[in-house]
């Protein structure tokens, strides 16, 4: 029987990690959650937080050049050197849509959040570098970063579907921001750049229309960071 039960332990074990390859641990330590059964539709949480948007510029046309099981390793050889860079800088990736990475960074620590936000967008940009050494064509990215709060929840159908989600103003904001960042570079809002100030140097301050806004959202292209 002990022998059982330890193979049984090591079972749950192995698909509890399984399960955090798809739902980060930490999203259920926001929600209260001891575990992904408790989870249920509507379930949510406010919080400020740093977000990161990340996309391959013009990857459509440069997909078409591939074969479906080319466009998978591509994609995955970038986004494993990626990966890396975030967590190293205490983020945590919400999704991958696709070539596109949506990360968030919520210690608690807003001024944290927002140096660790701005720090892996330039770290990511320095090894896509590394990255273009061995790609049979220049891959170029853009990043948008705000800061503010967010709501972090459960979205979908309770019995077939469901997927944590970040919603909110400052969620749209930071898409947007990486839509309109310059090739291989990255754009912080106004809110990002207040709290991270004293650690990097930006261009001229821009406004930045905005799709469902009636206001230009202020903003500022990244030009280096201050390593400690």
Known sequence: QMAQFLIY??????????????????????????NILEVQIGD????????????????TSL??????????????????L??????????????????AIVARFDSGNSKRDARNAVFAAWHMNE???????????EVKSRIGI????VILGNLGSQKHRLEYA??????????RLESSAPQQGCMLSAATYELVQD????????????????EKVKAYVLEGIQED
Not at 50 to 58: A, G, K, N, P, V
Not at 82 to 99: A, E, H, S, T
Not at 166 to 174: H, K, L, P, R
Not at 199 to 204: D, K, S
Request: aromatic letters at 10%.
């Open 9 to 34: 332990r090591r079972e749950i074990d192995q698909l509890n990690r399984a399960y955090e390859r798809f739902v980060p641990k930490e999203f259920l330590k926001l929600l209260n959650k001891e």
């Open 44 to 59: 949510h949480a406010e919080m400020p937080m740093s977000i990161l948007f990340s996309d391959i510029r013009s990857f």
């Open 63 to 80: 997909s078409e050049r591939l074969s479906p099981a080319e466009n998978f390793r591509f994609i995955n050889s970038y986004l494993g």
């Open 82 to 99: 990626m990966g890396p860079v975030i967590r190293r800088n205490r983020g945590i990736i919400d999704k991958f849509i696709g070539d």
């Open 127 to 137: 090894k896509l570098k590394e990255f273009n050494l061995d790609s049979f064509e």
């Open 146 to 149: 705000n800061s503010g709060n």
């Open 166 to 175: 970040m919603i909110g103003d400052n969620v749209n904001i930071g898409q």
């Open 199 to 214: 650690c990097v140097h930006v261009g001229e301050l821009q406004e930045i229309e905005v799709k469902g806004k009636s």
